[in-house]
């Protein structure tokens, strides 16, 4: 059986942003309803913060609704097709 093999590596950022954007969340409506610093906003923003860690995960389960386990598998996802194609 053949498994797909993306190949590209689409990072977590860019899911939390089309959640925004669905939301129609601007940067600070994220930032007022978590009470998250500017900064922590940008490194969700551009996937300097991983999105398997156990706050990151947390925090948008809460603010999102969306599983802990769908952002943990995102990153996942992100970090196993880097692998592969750095590799």
Same mark, same amino acid.
């Given at each position: 059986m053949?498994? #797909?093999? /993306?190949?590209i590596a689409?990072?977590?950022c860019?899911?939390?942003?089309? $959640?925004?954007?669905?939301?129609?969340?601007t940067k600070?409506k994220?930032?007022k309803?978590?009470?998250v610093?500017?900064?922590? #906003?940008? /490194?969700l923003?551009?996937?300097k913060?991983r999105?398997?860690?156990?706050? $990151?995960s947390?925090?948008?389960?809460?603010?999102?609704q969306?599983?802990?386990?769908f952002?943990t598998?995102?990153?996942?996802? #992100?970090?196993?097709?880097?692998?592969?194609?750095?590799s």
């Amino acid at each position: 059986m053949n498994e #797909y093999q /993306a190949p590209i590596a689409v990072p977590p950022c860019e899911t939390f942003k089309e $959640v925004l954007e669905d939301r129609e969340w601007t940067k600070e409506k994220f930032i007022k309803e978590t009470g998250v610093s500017e900064e922590y #906003y940008d /490194a969700l923003n551009t996937s300097k913060i991983r999105y398997d860690d156990e706050k $990151v995960s947390s925090l948008l389960q809460q603010v999102f609704q969306i599983p802990k386990s769908f952002w943990t598998n995102l990153e996942h996802n #992100y970090q196993e097709t880097l692998l592969r194609l750095n590799s």
